[in-house]
């Protein structure tokens, strides 16, 4: 039995099993209406307003309710029907207050369009209403009381899709009021309570009478936050930006957003923004002309290239920026400078990983999505999506809806780790000797025999029945298992050796694997040829031929320096010229020190950016670049899917987008790129890359990944002088200069503070928010205190992200042989109070 | 001495004004030329004595005919007439042989005339009356016939415009 | 001193410097009074009030214009043939100055007298045309060109009219000096014996002038303004002074013709001599400012001219009524002998 | 040096040439019209001298009757070049060989 | 006399043309003599046309007795008006309030139906009978912001009873 018979108003329909009645209604066009009702959510049946008459049965019923069933006849428009939800309507309008002129959701608001519909309501209850006010307990949501329907859809979106548990019913009857959980569950700024009330009673306080919807123009984008790569839909007004809203129901994140998304849209319209080339002059930024800038650029490119030679130059792409700018990028690099010396921050996160991806024979399936939410266990190692990722978070949450179970290692208490079913807290830096256990109980791979399992799980922390466990977990229902790996393990010594041995043990085991990605277009980036041994595509070099082909230029063979070695060359004299296209790796590169002292020793450097940023304020050239509500291309999100969007607010008077800059500067240097738009570069771009969904990845593979020696140090090792292990989280409130420039996610949360636990508090005599000096080797930052019990003694937590303490100016940067990636996720410190 | 400096002024400006509208890639600036042209020559019949044929150079030629040729211009398509290819150096074998052997002519005629006969004494002035008058009195007395020709000549060539003009053949 | 100073007077004045310099600036001072009195003088006809601003009942109205058009920019149209755009409003302007040297205002006020005198009129006048067809012609406009063609047609066939109607008058005088024709009315007008030709001149004169009814060369409600459309600033003003200098050339020319030039009136009857008392450069002016108000007089009651009414009037009524005066005037001319 | 009446012959011939080169090189049937007008009035320029010259009135009755053809011939030719460009659509001389084929 | 030969005497005589002239030379000569009796025009800005009754001018904004706003930033006008002529910008106040912080009316795009006049919940906006919309100021002139509506809504009166422009 694949379909049920269903009749509405007497006409039968055919519809799926499984269903209420009016989820059979709306599949099959049937218009009921509702205020509590949400597919998404689980049904309460509390408005009333989706009353219908089933045949047989004596009273009206809820549709949302009541299951649909085989031969049901059900009558939605009827005299007493239309009375009783009539009175219904009547009942919310006695306590609704008349106050559209004021209100922000007027012409969107389902209750308006109920009363148009019902035009005829008399109003018989001459009570006052209730007088509960507005309500400003949170900072970026407000919420009107005297609006509120008691719909409790917020409620149940807060506790059941986001977990948050941050609003709840306070008091009973007519005067129930939705509140803040004081103490309670913490408010993550989703937002998704804003976009589900049916009335004006939870509000955007960024958008705050910002407009009415035939006011503005709204269009469809992908958030530039974090590598889920959400479908959101901006909405402007006259040319500027007002309000972000997730797309209805497209996308991956299928009408959910997070803080990032919805509120950390504030730096588009910065006014910190750059909106002239600034050209150093006498150490002095002077404003100049497009034109005058590259050519002043390509002048001296050109003379260095020509004293030097082009292995002097080089390029740091942007995993900010589209496919398309990084495809031109390194397109620039490689045929009009002559350079391999091409790397973005990928190098920090998904460069490893793709290291390891490309050095594994076996090919594991990639999970998506949807794999997420419909799979029955996930194993997290190293990563913490509910943080960085968080719609990716959003599909493990409704994994565990559905029953699922989450196991998480990590030496971090994280939101992640707190919703887990389980939590192995491994010690700092395990996460390779933790793959290496599973790996020898999984792969029999005689290569692996020279570890001792009793030596690994000493490294790990964890005991042997905590391994064997932890191994047996990928042995069951391993088709829908899911394997997230993220940081943890991309920045470990042997990372990549490590993600190999994954993917190895995910291929054997059938089951699938995903990577958390922290920026938006690390993937495409590097599929887009960012790397100094990778074409577009991940085509090794000796394919070259093609390519030069299809551009007209020389590329040179042997492949370029990495990130670091960049810096590296550059402290040497061996790199001359910089060239940055939207990174900031004084701030987002460990090892501070190294950075500035690297960069400060380039003759030329060129940054092109959205804002003034550190790297920016060290650069001979500052270019300024669009962002992405202003330039089209594309971003790869973390599970592969490349998505286009169009450029949607004019940008302002002298801001380009990137790839354009470049093709304006490859002109400028005589070897001009003929493109003339996104679509044609879109175009040649698929002519060269022919993804088509399937990767050849037997063609672009590697040589297989050494292994580390039995003797190797994992950990962060002991150090009397510094005695406390300072571990990096996220948070999902910064992640780089976009968001620190956002007014919605510094009203979310301020300030960066640092993890302690109560014990070690103690014994420093500091109390929460005291100020402390956390000190390294290579650096030292002051920042806030809170305290916290899960953590254990002896280690400290802080987020990476925020300006006003960078973490990463306390990590040193020691490279991973194989993936090149600087190994830092912790770093022993020492507290001192002030 | 006056008269002989207006003389060359004139004798200059007609002959450049003669060569730059024949050069002229435009017709309506060689309209302009020929324009100023006239005005000189009726100068020129001004110092020769002959007022009534200035006068009249200007009403019939430049006020008449030139008119009429600027008002035919800008009938046709004037973009056409822009556009008009000219195979300048085609003919200009042919044209300048043709003109020099002319011109070769006329100068020995000149030559001998000037250098073996005495040039042409101005005969002393008998008549009292003006120009006009004198000439009124010769055209319509001696030249009573080839006047009332002339007339004939131009009714023909009245009605023969407007007949060619307005059919369409 | 003062003696010297009036030699220097005797002396320009014999050499016509002064008054060339006179009659000049007359014209030029005749513009805005006349644009004034137009405006004035139609207003009223048209029960409406017409300019008040500038001055008591808008008196200054025409220096404020003046004033206007010079301080305006000039605009070359792109497309334009610039160096014809700029000659044509001079080509306009120059014929209607210079044909006033032969009219003789008074019998010792004239610039010069030539035995040729009506014919170099007729023919500077007929080089004025070059002004109005090559200005529609270079602007590169269509508006334009059609006024400057129909402006062309127009004057071609009413010069025929204007020379025709004058040859009456001329057979009576016997005569193409004007001061000659001027003391041939010095008792009887030949306005009354050439009524037929005065009337075909007057016409004539309308249509010479591109004044309503026949102003279809500059008709507002179809070519916007006719061939001077795209002209702005002083080389538009230049077109102005020409036209209205035309007007008063015209209306000058009539006076000499027809209304007996600087005569006073009925001098056939004793009685009237006394009118000579009054200096003849009145009566001359006098009856040009008669003749230019019957000009707005005819602009404010008549309706405009279709063009093929225009063509129709011109070659089928006025040129045979023309020759057919000519050949009236010449049998009762050889009778009277 | 006094003018003679060599002085306007050669004047008038050379103006005559003028037109003579002008008409058979350009080939715009508008410009050699114009052209023949030219060395009209070269020849008329003569007339005019001799008149003056000779004291014989008759030349400028010539010329006179030369101005009557001129116009007439103008007329009767522009008449046929706009009949000629009606049909053709062009203004070359060498264009107009409806005959020749 | 036969009608033909009337008519031919009149062509002949030119009568009508005269009677024309006649006519014109008439008004021309009362209009010296006795020239208020005559002239029709009006002296424009010395002497003003009022407004016809259902006359739709400038908008004007209408103020609260106690000199606030009447407008509350609603933007049902905006919504209605359906030439999208008006904006109205709104901000929150200091107490959470809704604030109307720009107004402006498209005079180009206003069509000058008067929709929003009807639309308006708080009759804050009307459209005044005013039709003199010239104005120094080259953006003024088509952009109203909501001190110029508040001025016209101020002085000039707006209904028909009061209309003496």
Known sequence: MSTIKITFDDKMYETEPGLTVIQAADRLGVFIPRFCYLEKLSPLGGCRMCLVTLKGVPKLQTACTTPAKDGMEIITRSEEIHKARKAMLEFQLAQHPLDCFYCDKATECDLQDLTYLFADIEHRYDFPPHKRGTVYENRLIERNLERCVHCERCIRVCGEIQGAHAVNATKRGRVTEMREVPGGGECQYCGHCIDVCPVGANLDRLFTYGGRPFQMEMGDSICPYCGCGCTVSLNMRDEKLVRVRPGVDTGVNKGSLCARGRFGWGFVHDPARLTRPLIRKEGKFVEAGWDETLLYVATRLEKIIKEKGPGVVGGIGSVRSTDEANYLFQRFLRTVIGSNHIDSSARLNYAAALAGWLGTKEDAREATFENVREAHRVLVIGADPLETNPILGLAIKAMQNRGGTLWITDPRVTLTTRLSNRHFPISAGAEVPLILALARAGLKDPSLSEFRDTDLAARTGLSSEDLAELAAFLEEDAAKTVILAGRGVTQAPFGATAISLLLRLAATKGASYLFTLDKNNERGSCEMGVLPDRLPGLAPLSEKARFEKAWGGRIPETPGYSAYEMLQAAREGKLSALYIMGENPLVDFPDTKFVEEALGSLDFLVVQDLFRTRTASMADVVLPAASFAEKSGSFTNLEGRVQRFPSLIPTEEGVRADARILVELSRKMGKGFALKNIASLRAEIDSLVPMNGTRRKLEVMGPPLSLPGAEMHWGPGEDPDYPYVLLLTSSLYRNGSMSNRAVGLKKAQQKACVLLNEGDAAVLKTGEGDKVMLISKYGEIQVGVKLCHEIPGGTLQMPEGFSDANPKSLLPHELDQVSRTPMARFVRVKIRKI | MFGTLFFYYLFFMILASAVMMVTRKHVVHSVLYMLLMFFHIAGLYILLEAEFLAAIQLIVYAGAILVLYLFVIMLVNIKRVQTLREQLFGHLPFALVSAGLLCAGVVTVLARETLLKKPPEVVARVSTLSNPEALGQVLYTQYLFPFEVASLILLVALVGAVLIASRKI | MTAQVLDMVKFLWAHSVLQIVIVFACTLMMVPILTWVERKVIGHMQVRLGPMRVGPHGILQGIADGVKLLLKENIVPSGADKRIFVLAPILSLVPAMIAFSVIPFDHWFYITDINIAVLYVLAISSVGTYGIILAGWSSNSKYALLGALRSAAQVISYELAIGLSLVGPLMMAGTLSMVGITKAQAEHWFLLPQIVGFFIYFVAMLAETNRSPFDLPEAETELVAGFHVEYSGMRFAFFFIAEYANMVLVSSMATVMFLGGWNPPFQMFEVMHVLQKVPGIFWFFGKVAFLLFCFLWVRATFPRFRYDQLMRLGWKVLIPMALGNILVTGIVLALLK | MTITLEHYILLGSLLFFVGMAGFLIRRNVFLMFMCIELMMNGVNICFVSFSHYYHNLSGQVFVLFVMTVAAAEAAVGLAIILTLYRNRETLNADEFRLMKH | ?165
Request: aromatic share 10%.
């Open chain 5, 1 to 165: 006399m036969s009608n033909a030969f009337k008519k031919f005497i009149r062509a002949v005589t030119l009568v009508d043309l005269f009677k024309g002239l006649a006519l014109t030379g008439s008004v021309w000569v009362r209009s010296i003599i006795t020239p208020r009796q005559v002239l029709v025009t009006r002296p424009y800005p010395e002497v003003k046309r009022p407004a016809f009754p259902n006359f739709k001018g400038h908008h004007g904004f209408l103020l609260n007795e106690d000199g606030s706003l009447k407008c509350v930033g609603c933007g049902i006008c905006a919504g209605v008006c359906p030439a999208k002529a008006i904006r109205v910008y709104t901000e929150e106040g200091k107490d959470h309030e809704k604030v109307v912080v720009g107004y402006e009316i498209d005079a180009f795009r206003c069509i000058y139906c008067g929709f929003c006049q009807e639309a308006c919940p708080k009759d804050a906006i009307v459209l005044t009978r005013l039709y003199e919309l010239a104005d120094y100021d080259n953006r003024a002139c088509y952009r109203w912001k909501m001190d110029r509506l508040v001025e016209v809504g101020k002085k000039r009166p707006l209904f028909r009873d009061e209309v003496n422009l």
